[in-house]
């Protein structure tokens, strides 16, 4: 679990520059949840979750975060322990790419953590397979000749080889075309039955709406709400009072009930909503 | 005279030490001036080596690549080139120059040697356009990741170029950023008929635009107006989505309910409404 209490942050603090990026914080992230965190860009999300793997300290009077049984605010934190227990996949993680094979690329993680070779190898081969690469195809290749999905996926892998309880995505989705989108969620997914806790940042209201059982809304730094799916995309009150967008397949849901026709306005699902125009038409017929 | 032409372009990449690995292979395209495009392919396509190739950033292996008449591989023509055509990469990071938002915006017109009032007056503007004004004197390492992209792209602007390239240039923006940026996109578009490619994921960005190119494995398979989108095996054969009207009105049909091609939510909306109605009076 992830428990953030008043949680501040202030970047270049007494200097001309400072701006505050987080105001008193409260968040609970319980185990097995699929997370999501939404908000416009520079509402203080990536700044709330780089403290989740203490890569941002939090500073001095400025609230704490429990994860299980770690104090993030105490002054001897261990790092590694931490580090082990939440794995963290950066904006544009293949950016962080940087052994000459995938198989050495993805041992890294492993190998710090004091592993011994063949256990490295063994997490390396299934974290892999768990992003849906081949193995055998792919450990002895240059990370940098690959494609960008299979770069994207190759990082995630790194990321998963750590065998993390909470996975913390900073949009895995982002510059990936649909196709390849889709399969890095899929992957997602996937990784959830090893990995129980899934937190996620993403802009796109399409995938939140379709993956997350709970979406908190940051807005300045500040927490607006934390929702269900249904709860916040069938509101449109809520929508406006949050600044967020629709996603694509409730847009449609609402512009067809405004248009007089019988349909919730809260679907969440390509399926649901051709289903909903198809019993209309039933309804019609009968 | 076309205001950018490809002819026959080809162009590889080194890969290992001997190897090529080919993105482009003859492609030929113009875009005239006023015009929207979206230029379509999933990763790996070659479409973000085609924005390079677009000014000048590389040189074609094979073929000719002119703007406004003038060669990309003339060198002395790439100041006048890069005058003419701007292009808005996708990670920010890279494209920013100086330490004050501003200043960064400014880069571009001071090179042009406008005069110090219009240069004031362009970077206002630019900064304007894409909501930044209020950061103007802040840092942009301090920004967050979409912040910095419409910083770039008001880097760009601010250029006043006659073809703007957007490489999936608002893929880091929040859906209102987006919105947002294609709004002034379009703007600039219709008042100041600056020609727009816009490279882009999004399918249902790529709906809005007048023209369609699709780039599959580094050629050019469709290349057509909006019409395309009523033939979706153009789209998936190459390895992409259907926008998400599109994809709905196929179910529908699948399911006896043909309510044609909609290529935006509105023109969704009526269809829908169009056909219950239709249905009811049979």
């Known amino acids: ?286 | 005279m076309p205001l950018l032409q490809f002819s026959n372009v080809d162009y590889s990449y080194p890969s290992g030490e001997s190897d090529f690995i080919r993105a482009l292979y003859s492609v030929s395209l113009s875009v005239e001036r006023g015009e929207f495009v979206a230029l379509v392919g999933c990763n790996g396509s070659g479409k973000s080596t085609f924005a390079r190739l677009a000014n000048g950033l590389l040189v074609p292996d094979g073929g000719n690549v002119t703007v406004d008449g003038m060669s990309t591989s003339d060198k002395n023509a790439l100041f006048d080139i890069r005058k003419k055509i701007g292009v808005v990469f996708q990670n920010p990071d890279n494209q920013m120059v100086t330490t004050i938002v501003e200043d960064d915006v400014a880069f571009g017109p001071e090179n042009l040697g406008l005069p110090p009032q219009e240069i004031r007056e362009r970077v206002d503007w630019a900064l304007d356009s894409v909501g930044m004004l209020d950061h103007a004197k802040s840092g942009p390492f301090r920004l967050s990741g979409g912040q910095k992209q419409r910083v770039a792209i008001a880097g760009v602007l601010a250029i006043k170029p006659e073809l703007m390239i957007l490489d999936e240039a608002t893929g880091m923006l929040d859906p209102d950023g987006r919105r947002e940026v294609l709004d002034v996109v379009k703007q600039l578009n219709r008042k100041e008929n600056m020609a727009v490619v816009m490279i882009t994921h999004f399918m249902e960005e790529a709906a809005l635009a007048d023209r369609i190119v699709i780039l599959d494995k580094g050629h050019v398979s469709r290349d057509g107006g909006r019409e395309l989108f009523a033939a979706p095996e153009a789209f998936t054969n190459a390895g992409l989505d259907l926008p998400l009207y599109v994809r709905a009105a196929q179910k529908l049909k699948a399911r006896g309910m043909d309510i044609g091609c909609p290529l935006s939510a509105d023109e969704f909306t009526d269809a829908v409404v169009d056909a219950l109605k239709k249905e009811d009076r049979a």
């Open chain 1, 1 to 286: 679990m992830i428990d953030v209490r008043k949680l501040s942050f202030v970047y270049s603090p007494k200097t001309p520059f400072t701006t505050q990026a987080l105001f008193d914080i409260d968040l609970k992230i319980e185990t097995g949840d699929f997370f999501g965190i939404i908000g416009s860009t520079g509402a203080g999300k990536s700044t709330l979750v780089s403290h989740f793997n203490a890569l941002t300290r939090i500073q001095k009077n400025s609230g704490t975060i429990l994860i299980d049984d770690i104090d993030l605010s105490a002054k001897k934190l261990d790092l590694k322990k931490l580090r082990a227990k939440v794995g963290m996949v950066f904006q544009y993680p293949e950016h962080q790419l940087f052994d000459d094979t995938v198989e050495k690329d993805v041992m890294f993680g492993p190998k710090n953590l004091g592993l011994s070779v063949d256990e490295q190898r063994e997490r390396a081969k299934q974290a892999i397979g768990l992003v849906g690469l081949n193995y055998n195809d792919m450990a002895e290749r240059s990370p940098f000749e690959l494609s960008g999905g299979q770069k994207r996926r190759v990082a995630i892998a790194g990321v998963l080889a750590m065998r993390p309880e909470i996975l913390v995505l900073d949009e895995p989705t982002a510059g990936l075309d649909p196709i390849g989108k889709r399969e890095i969620m899929e992957l997602i997914l996937n990784a959830k039955n090893m990995c129980p806790t899934v937190v996620m940042i993403s802009h796109n209201m399409d995938e939140i709406a379709a993956y997350c059982n709970k979406i908190a809304v940051l807005g300045n730094g500040r927490i607006t709400g934390v929702f269900e799916p249904k709860e916040l995309f069938g509101s449109e009150a809520l929508l406006a009072r949050c600044g967020v967008e629709l996603p694509l397949v409730t847009e449609l849901a609402v512009k067809l009930s405004r248009a007089g026709l019988d349909i919730d306005r809260s679907i969440l699902d390509e399926d649901e909503l051709v289903r909903a125009i198809l019993d209309l038409r039933s309804e019609n017929n009968a």
